[in-house]
């Protein structure tokens, strides 16, 4: 994905058709800027997969009655887990002597899948016309459209399955929460 492509993309879709290529504009260094807001923005997302990573870690001491885990370096956000856990600074601690998580990690714009091109698109349009006030005539339209390509991102990529362990740990742990309820 080129980031000289989307910016010329976006200032299109707001109607400036004379400076998508002059770089050197406040517009244009805007664009820029919002573009990459909207970039880690996606990849903090836990709606897009395309960006997670699942990785099962071993315990390199304990504490008290808690092992203890290096986070992952690229680790943005942690998505889900097979056990529990709490985080703490660089470190995730959990009552299991092995956890398994996936976790979003940071990811250059060429990393960023093709099919979310018009996405990337959109979204940083929209957050154009909160920033400037000659677009906010298309605000509305943005968010739909922004709404509708994020819907298809997410049917096209589908969801990650874990397996049988995950859906028993669900399962667990729905029949835990209705017992409370109970209670």
Known sequence: MDRGSIIKDVLLKLGENTIYNDNKSDIYVTCGEQLDSVVNNIA???AFLFNAVTVELTNYGKVDDEYRFNKPI???????????????????????????????????????PDNLFNLIVAMTARKMAFAYNTYRKSLELLTNEVTLLKNDVVSQQGFQFWGDEWCLQLVIICLHMEKLVKD
């Not at 943005?76 to 996936?102: G, M």
Request: glycine content about 0%; proline content about 0%; some cysteine.
């Open 74 to 112: 690229d680790c943005l956000n942690i998505l889900r887990a097979n056990n529990d856990y709490r985080l703490e600074n660089e470190f995730i601690y959990s009552t299991s002597d092995k956890i398994k998580i996936q976790y979003c990690r940071r990811i250059d714009l060429s990393e960023i």
């Open 44 to 46: 903090y997302s836990s």
